[in-house]
């Protein structure tokens, strides 16, 4: 088959899964589109627990090993310890994290694809409601670096949690530093950034100081509804057609 006639790259986006508060039928729904669909990867942009237990993240490492492809996850603000569990949060937020992530996680292995990681989420804050967006330089400049080295990526793309500018969505991110980020990105050659949190869909392309960027927003699996049904992102990418984005909702 020559490049021409190559099927197009498929991903599956979903987010906020919220092990502790899941829907299972939601949940069940969507492996059954990932076994009879079967994407070349799935990416989580995080919140994959409610109270970041090991409890939820053994139910959620458990559904994510069953699903019919490989997978890439993000934290979420949700995956660090909660706030009565203070001094562990302070000192080893991502340690449940990356425990489970060491069982479950797959690097992104598609030919003319890169997908690299932006963190997002911080345990404390110099504000009130900690669950915001934060963008810190020291993660930013590891997606830029991660961006450097995939300059022959026809697609190009970047995970985080929170969206880094705000959609149009009933909840918000409130990112810290995301303007800028946006812009260093795009001005990176990131081709969109896709994140969760708002557990609504969005697609926007932003004009940034660094060139246009799409922001693509999944919805959630879990019961947590805000103003649409549990969803998720199918995207689908060619060198011809480019980045399609389909939200599908539960029915």
């Not at 627990?49 to 996850?73: D, H, K, N, Q, Y």
């Not at 069982?103 to 690299?116: N, T």
């Amino acid at each position: 088959m020559t490049p021409e006639q190559a099927a197009p790259v498929r991903l599956f986006h979903v987010s906020d899964l919220h092990f502790g508060q899941e829907d299972r039928a939601a949940l069940d729904w969507f492996a059954a589109e990932v076994a009879m669909l079967r994407p070349d990867a799935v990416i989580c942009t995080g919140d994959l627990t409610m109270r970041g237990t090991t409890r939820e993240f053994a139910r959620a490492a458990e559904w994510l090993r069953s699903l019919a492809a490989p997978v890439s996850i993000e934290a979420g603000n949700h995956d660090m310890p909660y706030y009565w569990e203070i001094f562990t949060r302070l000192r080893r937020p991502f340690a449940r994290f990356q425990a489970m992530r060491k069982g479950v996680h797959s690097d992104l292995a598609v030919d003319g694809v890169a997908l690299v990681s932006l963190q997002t989420v911080t345990p404390a804050q110099r504000r009130l409601n900690w669950s915001k967006g934060r963008v810190r330089q020291a993660g930013l400049d590891a997606a830029l670096a991660g961006l450097a080295k995939a300059p022959g990526a026809g697609l190009r793309l970047v995970a985080c949690h929170h969206p880094l500018v705000d959609a149009d969505t009933k909840s918000s991110g409130s990112t810290r530093g995301g303007k800028l980020a946006l812009a260093q990105l795009a001005k990176a050659g990131a081709n969109a950034v896709l994140s969760g949190h708002v557990h609504d869909a969005f697609d926007l392309l932003v004009q940034t100081e660094g060139g246009p960027i799409r922001m693509i927003g999944a919805g959630t699996l879990s019961q947590r509804l805000r103003a649409t049904r549990p969803g998720y992102n199918r995207l689908e990418w060619s060198a011809d057609t480019g980045l399609q984005v389909s939200p599908q909702v539960m029915v």
